[in-house]
Protein backbone atom coordinates (compact mmCIF):
# COMPACT_ATOMS: atom_id res chain seq x y z
CA UNK A 1 0.00 0.00 0.00
CA UNK A 2 1.70 3.14 -1.17
CA UNK A 3 1.10 6.21 0.94
CA UNK A 4 2.87 9.00 -0.66
CA UNK A 5 2.59 8.64 -4.96
CA UNK A 6 4.44 10.56 -7.50
CA UNK A 7 2.46 9.09 -10.69
CA UNK A 8 4.23 10.88 -13.13
CA UNK A 9 7.75 8.36 -13.44
CA UNK A 10 9.26 11.51 -16.03
CA UNK A 11 9.09 15.02 -16.44
CA UNK A 12 10.44 17.12 -19.58
CA UNK A 13 10.30 20.92 -19.37
CA UNK A 14 11.83 23.55 -21.68
CA UNK A 15 14.76 25.42 -19.80
CA UNK A 16 13.24 28.56 -18.69
CA UNK A 17 9.58 27.34 -18.68
CA UNK A 18 8.22 26.41 -15.29
CA UNK A 19 8.22 22.68 -13.99
CA UNK A 20 5.93 21.31 -11.72
CA UNK A 21 5.88 17.77 -10.01
CA UNK A 22 3.09 16.20 -8.34
CA UNK A 23 2.66 14.17 -5.02
CA UNK A 24 -0.31 12.78 -3.46
CA UNK A 25 -0.65 11.45 -0.25
CA UNK A 26 -2.87 8.95 1.94
CA UNK A 27 -2.06 9.62 5.48
CA UNK A 28 -4.28 12.54 6.97
CA UNK A 29 -1.90 12.00 10.09
CA UNK A 30 1.37 13.39 7.88
CA UNK A 31 2.67 16.45 10.12
CA UNK A 32 5.61 17.70 7.68
CA UNK A 33 6.24 17.17 3.88
CA UNK A 34 9.70 17.24 1.98
CA UNK A 35 11.12 17.14 -1.15
CA UNK A 36 14.84 15.85 -2.29
CA UNK A 37 16.45 15.92 -5.11
CA UNK A 38 18.98 13.17 -6.52
CA UNK A 39 21.63 13.07 -8.87
CA UNK A 40 22.86 9.92 -10.13
CA UNK A 41 25.76 8.17 -8.01
CA UNK A 42 24.70 10.90 -5.38
CA UNK A 43 22.60 10.53 -2.29
CA UNK A 44 19.19 12.50 -1.86
CA UNK A 45 19.37 15.95 -0.93
CA UNK A 46 17.21 18.25 1.01
CA UNK A 47 15.35 20.71 -1.06
CA UNK A 48 12.73 22.20 0.16
CA UNK A 49 9.91 21.35 3.26
CA UNK A 50 6.44 22.24 4.01
CA UNK A 51 4.24 22.16 7.68
CA UNK A 52 1.15 20.46 7.16
CA UNK A 53 -0.17 23.97 9.03
CA UNK A 54 0.78 25.17 5.98
CA UNK A 55 -0.23 25.57 2.30
CA UNK A 56 2.72 27.21 0.57
CA UNK A 57 6.57 27.61 1.06
CA UNK A 58 8.64 29.63 -1.29
CA UNK A 59 12.59 29.58 -1.48
CA UNK A 60 14.19 31.65 -4.78
CA UNK A 61 13.27 29.28 -7.43
CA UNK A 62 11.74 26.51 -5.46
CA UNK A 63 7.86 26.48 -4.14
CA UNK A 64 6.11 24.01 -2.68
CA UNK A 65 1.75 24.00 -2.32
CA UNK A 66 0.22 21.99 -0.13
CA UNK A 67 -3.90 20.74 -0.33
CA UNK A 68 -4.85 19.50 2.87
CA UNK A 69 -8.29 18.22 1.48
CA UNK A 70 -6.98 16.81 -1.87
CA UNK A 71 -3.77 15.27 -0.42
CA UNK A 72 -1.85 16.80 -2.66
CA UNK A 73 1.21 18.50 -2.98
CA UNK A 74 3.36 20.00 -5.81
CA UNK A 75 6.84 21.99 -6.28
CA UNK A 76 7.28 24.15 -8.90
CA UNK A 77 10.23 25.18 -10.38
CA UNK A 78 10.66 28.96 -11.94
CA UNK A 79 12.60 29.27 -13.99
CA UNK A 80 13.81 25.74 -14.57
CA UNK A 81 17.79 25.85 -15.28
CA UNK A 82 19.64 22.78 -16.83
CA UNK A 83 21.01 21.67 -13.33
CA UNK A 84 17.62 21.27 -12.27
CA UNK A 85 17.77 18.11 -14.32
CA UNK A 86 17.27 14.92 -11.82
CA UNK A 87 14.97 12.99 -10.08
CA UNK A 88 13.03 14.16 -7.24
CA UNK A 89 11.58 12.30 -4.59
CA UNK A 90 8.28 13.76 -2.60
CA UNK A 91 8.58 12.31 1.03
CA UNK A 92 6.18 12.30 3.60
CA UNK A 93 6.78 12.50 7.64
CA UNK A 94 4.60 9.92 9.59
CA UNK A 95 5.55 10.01 13.25
CA UNK A 96 8.60 10.97 15.11
CA UNK A 97 10.88 11.23 12.31
CA UNK A 98 10.14 8.56 9.87
CA UNK A 99 9.68 9.82 6.32
CA UNK A 100 8.19 7.89 3.67
CA UNK A 101 8.91 8.03 0.12
CA UNK A 102 6.72 8.54 -3.46
CA UNK A 103 8.72 6.79 -6.31
CA UNK A 104 10.39 9.83 -7.98
CA UNK A 105 9.84 11.24 -10.94
CA UNK A 106 12.74 12.05 -13.04
CA UNK A 107 12.77 15.57 -14.76
CA UNK A 108 14.30 16.73 -17.45
CA UNK A 109 15.27 20.77 -18.75
CA UNK A 110 15.92 20.96 -22.09
CA UNK A 111 17.68 23.78 -23.89
CA UNK B 1 30.96 20.52 7.02
CA UNK B 2 31.31 16.96 6.21
CA UNK B 3 28.47 15.59 5.55
CA UNK B 4 27.30 11.58 5.72
CA UNK B 5 30.38 9.21 5.16
CA UNK B 6 29.48 5.63 3.55
CA UNK B 7 31.75 2.87 2.36
CA UNK B 8 32.21 1.10 0.40
CA UNK B 9 30.25 3.04 -2.55
CA UNK B 10 30.56 -0.30 -4.57
CA UNK B 11 30.25 -3.47 -3.81
CA UNK B 12 29.85 -7.15 -5.85
CA UNK B 13 29.61 -10.50 -4.05
CA UNK B 14 28.39 -13.68 -4.70
CA UNK B 15 24.96 -14.95 -3.46
CA UNK B 16 25.44 -16.50 0.28
CA UNK B 17 28.15 -14.01 0.96
CA UNK B 18 28.09 -11.37 3.94
CA UNK B 19 28.40 -8.01 3.64
CA UNK B 20 29.06 -5.14 6.12
CA UNK B 21 28.21 -1.56 5.13
CA UNK B 22 29.70 1.75 7.45
CA UNK B 23 28.20 4.67 7.79
CA UNK B 24 29.14 8.19 9.65
CA UNK B 25 26.88 10.32 10.35
CA UNK B 26 27.03 14.40 10.37
CA UNK B 27 28.60 15.29 13.64
CA UNK B 28 25.79 15.89 16.33
CA UNK B 29 22.91 14.52 14.57
CA UNK B 30 21.90 11.62 17.49
CA UNK B 31 19.55 10.17 15.09
CA UNK B 32 20.62 7.89 12.40
CA UNK B 33 18.60 5.95 9.48
CA UNK B 34 19.20 2.90 7.35
CA UNK B 35 17.55 2.55 3.89
CA UNK B 36 17.12 0.24 1.19
CA UNK B 37 16.64 1.88 -2.40
CA UNK B 38 15.83 -0.25 -4.97
CA UNK B 39 16.48 0.48 -8.86
CA UNK B 40 12.96 2.78 -9.58
CA UNK B 41 11.51 3.43 -5.94
CA UNK B 42 12.20 5.33 -3.40
CA UNK B 43 14.02 4.62 -0.14
CA UNK B 44 12.80 2.67 2.62
CA UNK B 45 13.49 2.90 5.74
CA UNK B 46 15.19 -0.48 7.43
CA UNK B 47 16.14 0.73 11.04
CA UNK B 48 16.15 3.97 12.75
CA UNK B 49 18.62 4.84 15.87
CA UNK B 50 18.44 7.50 18.67
CA UNK B 51 22.08 7.53 19.67
CA UNK B 52 22.71 3.98 20.39
CA UNK B 53 19.70 2.95 20.87
CA UNK B 54 17.42 0.69 18.09
CA UNK B 55 14.42 2.71 18.32
CA UNK B 56 12.41 1.20 14.84
CA UNK B 57 13.52 -1.95 13.19
CA UNK B 58 10.44 -2.99 12.60
CA UNK B 59 11.24 -3.19 8.77
CA UNK B 60 14.37 -5.18 9.15
CA UNK B 61 14.83 -8.55 7.96
CA UNK B 62 16.04 -9.89 11.48
CA UNK B 63 17.17 -13.54 9.50
CA UNK B 64 19.74 -11.77 7.68
CA UNK B 65 20.06 -8.37 8.19
CA UNK B 66 21.60 -6.91 11.95
CA UNK B 67 23.06 -3.33 12.53
CA UNK B 68 24.64 -2.03 15.29
CA UNK B 69 26.05 2.12 16.34
CA UNK B 70 27.95 1.52 18.96
CA UNK B 71 28.57 4.49 20.91
CA UNK B 72 25.85 6.41 19.61
CA UNK B 73 28.20 7.44 16.06
CA UNK B 74 29.36 5.21 13.42
CA UNK B 75 26.82 2.59 12.23
CA UNK B 76 27.00 -0.68 10.33
CA UNK B 77 24.52 -2.50 8.20
CA UNK B 78 25.44 -6.33 7.60
CA UNK B 79 23.62 -8.58 5.79
CA UNK B 80 24.46 -12.36 5.84
CA UNK B 81 24.16 -14.53 4.03
CA UNK B 82 23.15 -11.65 1.01
CA UNK B 83 20.54 -13.43 -1.81
CA UNK B 84 19.80 -12.04 -5.48
CA UNK B 85 17.59 -9.96 -4.39
CA UNK B 86 19.68 -8.01 -2.12
CA UNK B 87 21.07 -6.20 -5.24
CA UNK B 88 20.03 -2.45 -4.11
CA UNK B 89 21.54 1.09 -3.02
CA UNK B 90 22.14 1.10 0.93
CA UNK B 91 21.74 4.63 1.98
CA UNK B 92 22.47 6.05 5.12
CA UNK B 93 20.95 9.56 6.97
CA UNK B 94 21.13 11.35 9.59
CA UNK B 95 19.47 14.50 11.66
CA UNK B 96 19.36 16.16 14.62
CA UNK B 97 16.08 14.87 15.97
CA UNK B 98 14.04 18.33 15.81
CA UNK B 99 10.97 19.19 15.20
CA UNK B 100 11.40 19.53 11.59
CA UNK B 101 13.31 16.56 11.24
CA UNK B 102 15.10 16.61 7.83
CA UNK B 103 17.17 14.05 7.26
CA UNK B 104 20.44 14.29 5.17
CA UNK B 105 21.70 11.40 2.80
CA UNK B 106 24.76 10.17 2.30
CA UNK B 107 26.15 8.86 -1.28
CA UNK B 108 24.88 5.00 -0.56
CA UNK B 109 26.72 1.94 -0.99
CA UNK B 110 25.54 0.12 -4.10
CA UNK B 111 25.26 -3.72 -3.88
CA UNK B 112 25.54 -6.34 -6.57
CA UNK B 113 24.59 -9.53 -5.44
CA UNK B 114 25.24 -12.18 -8.39
Known amino acids: DQQVKQNSPSLSVQEGRISILNCDYTNSMFDYFLWYKKYPAEGPTFLISISSIKDKNEDGRFTVFLNKSAKHLSLHIVPSQPGDSAVYFCAAREEAQKLVFGQGTRLTINP | EAGVVQSPRYKIIEKKQPVAFWCNPI?????LYWYLQNLGQGPELLIR????????DSQLPKDRFSAERLKGVDSTLKIQPAELGDSAVYLC????????????FGPGTRLTVL
Open chain 2, 49 to 56: YENEEAVD
Open chain 2, 93 to 104: ASSLGDSQGTQY
Open chain 2, 27 to 31: SGHNT
